[in-house]
């Protein structure tokens, strides 16, 4: 058992500070709701289902020819493939072989793979059949040692008709002929038994996913995420997460058994989509929609809408950035968005004239989290309803975790309330550690009152409430003539500019005052702004130590995968 009483009188009522009873391995998920539930659907895709037995029976195999193929406790068995209906199956068979799943992003170059499968002492790789997605897996494991590759294919997992349909006019993608020694996914599926192997897992100490950080200063670097990383944070999500389902009703945990249906449109490979979308799923018994490419259709985003109106989710978890595409979408009054009673923002900050666009447009509620690829992911939540949600902050730790404020040079030295310093965390839901980097193990982690805890990076305070609020990342602040600026302060003032889609704030040099602040705006769709208008704005709102003295604007800003700005991609071209 892990508590944490945070001090706040708004702390949600009939919610405990403690988390308990999660020393078990993932897959017990998936296994519980199997038995419970066999008949309901898990997976939901092109409007084809797979009940939770049938995705269990399928990891079972799954496991049982990771062990006929000599994977062993502890070996890493990498997975390249967006959100389709085989990587539940996937990734519940490598974890019940005793294996570690290495999730990676599937539209890395092969360059970026090929460190990852380097580093990580991958075994065997599983990808998706495509003319694109294959070739790129065989230069990524050049050099690895990898014999395997297990090629994932759609058509299988289509209704009747379209497999059929698909088939016969070509339209399904495929790699063509594979080299020797590859198989498809299909074909071990069915060679082997739904009978996992024996193995014994010690949840607290086995690294059941290695997630790679975004390698913002030099290369990418493997989180070792445990069994009860992932299980302590899932079971504190839905303690804390709570759900108002009827009309006058009053808040109360997700419900089991089919209830609730969840929006996959966050990748899987990343923490926030496997532990907040897939894990928290498989846990309630709900329906996973998988969305592969959220942005499809035209214009972007055109599909995912299609789709809530088709499955009507009652629960989504994205980034910003797709709250910002789902409000600013041109027919978005042409479908019905209803069905969505929450959804959890994370990832990035959350811009407050954002979320409130988006409530206005569908009648949900948006609370915003905080975390890291290192915390699996959630450290903090905004309670999950109106009257005590604080717009703009990131809410309080969630049941088990423990937040304080450190001094950026001193970081065993705990600040007072309301000053600003860099968050350290701890809970049952931080890493392991860093795969064989000791050396950044001793940059991330301090020991404070006999606690480790997870220095994060970023900047904040702890208000006179008890609520957490980021200011930035410490790498992000800008510092004009001595003052503090903090991207994301100016970003959320300019967002409130009726004709603004996407910001972006970054510091640039400046021989006089060290830095200045520059802008990179986005305009929606059929507006048009001046330089003129935009700096009279600013002049308007925001102190002038502050204002962008350069404003660019952009037909795009580049975005993560994941859907983060890429604030660094900007400075990096300034630097040039």
């Known amino acids: 058992m892990t508590e944490s009483n945070w ?87 490598i974890l019940k072989a005793g294996a570690t799943a290495v999730n990676c992003n599937p539209s890395y170059t092969a360059h970026e793979l090929n460190h990852q499968l380097k580093d990580s002492e991958s075994k065997m790789v599983f990808c998706m059949d495509h003319p694109e997605f294959y070739p790129n897996t065989l230069k990524a494991i050049e ?33 063509g002929p594979l080299q020797p020694g590859h198989l498809k996914f299909d074909d071990i599926v069915a060679s082997s038994k739904p009978v996992p192997p024996k193995v014994q897992i010690n949840p607290m100490e086995d690294t059941a996913i290695m997630l790679y950080t975004g390698g913002t200063t030099g290369l990418p670097k493997g989180a070792e995420l445990t069994h009860c990383n992932f299980t302590s944070n899932v079971e504190a999500i839905y303690q804390y997460s709570r759900l108002v389902h009827e009309e ?47 942005r499809a259709g035209n214009p972007p985003f055109t599909e995912v809408l299609k789709l809530v ?14 709250f910002v595409a789902f409000t600013n979408h041109r027919d978005i009054d042409k479908y019905d968005l209803s069905s969505l009673m ?34 699996s992911p959630v450290l903090c939540s905004n309670p999950s309803f109106k009257e005590t949600r604080k717009v703009g902050s990131i809410g309080f730790p969630i049941p088990g975790t423990d937040i304080k404020i450190v001094d950026l040079e001193d970081p065993k030295k705990v600040l007072p309330q309301g000053e ?47 609520y957490v609020l980021i200011t930035d990342r410490k790498k992000d602040m800008i510092i004009v003539g001595g003052f503090n600026v903090y991207p994301r302060d100016v970003e959320d003032i300019l967002y409130t500019h009726p004709k603004v889609e996407l910001v972006a704030v970054v510091g640039v040099p400046d021989d006089k005052s060290g830095e200045k602040v520059k802008a990179f705006v986005k305009i929606k769709d059929g507006e048009k702004v001046t330089q003129e208008e935009m700096q009279e704005f600013c002049k308007e709102n925001m102190a002038g130590y502050k204002r ?27 630097k040039k």
């Open 248 to 294: 006058g009703g009053k808040p109360e945990k997700m419900r089991s058994g089919g209830y609730h249906c969840s929006l996959g449109v966050l990748p899987w490979y990343h923490s926030f989509g496997i532990t907040v979308v897939l894990f928290l799923s498989a846990k309630v018994a709900g329906k996973l929609v998988c969305v592969p490419d959220p």
């Open 143 to 175: 050099g690895t040692g990898i014999k395997t590759v297990i090629t994932c294919n759609v058509k299988s997992y289509l209704p009747k008709i379209k497999g059929i349909l698909g088939g016969l006019l070509g339209k399904i993608p495929t790699a």
């Open 7 to 93: 001090k706040t009188p708004y702390w949600p009522d009939g919610v405990s500070h403690t988390v308990s009873d999660y020393n078990f391995p993932v897959f017990k998920f998936l296994d519980d709701s199997a038995r419970d539930y066999p008949n309901l659907p898990f997976t939901i895709f092109s409007g084809a289902s797979r009940s939770f037995a049938k995705v269990k029976d399928t990891a079972d195999r799954v496991a049982n020819f990771l062990a006929g193929k000599g994977i062993k406790k502890g070996d890493k068995v990498a997975i390249f493939l967006p959100n389709l209906p085989q990587f539940p199956e996937i990734l519940f068979g």
């Open 342 to 375: 929450g959804c959890f923002s994370g990832g990035a900050p959350l811009p407050p004239e954002v979320c409130k666009r988006f409530e206005e447009k569908t009648g949900s509620v948006i609370f915003e989290g905080y975390g890291l690829t290192e915390t």
């Open 309 to 322: 109106q088709k499955e009507r989710p009652t629960f989504m978890s994205a980034v910003p950035t797709i």
């Open 420 to 466: 600003d310093g860099e968050i350290a965390a701890c809970g049952p839901q931080v890493m392991k550690g860093y795969w064989k980097r000791d050396d950044a193990n001793d940059e991330v982690f301090v020991n404070i009152d006999g606690k480790r805890y997870f220095l994060t990076g970023d900047i904040g305070h702890i208000d006179e409430d008890g």
């Open 548 to 574: 962008p003295k350069f404003i660019e604007f952009r037909n795009e800003i580049p975005v993560s995968n994941v859907g983060k700005v890429l604030r660094r991609v900007l400075r990096d071209e300034e």
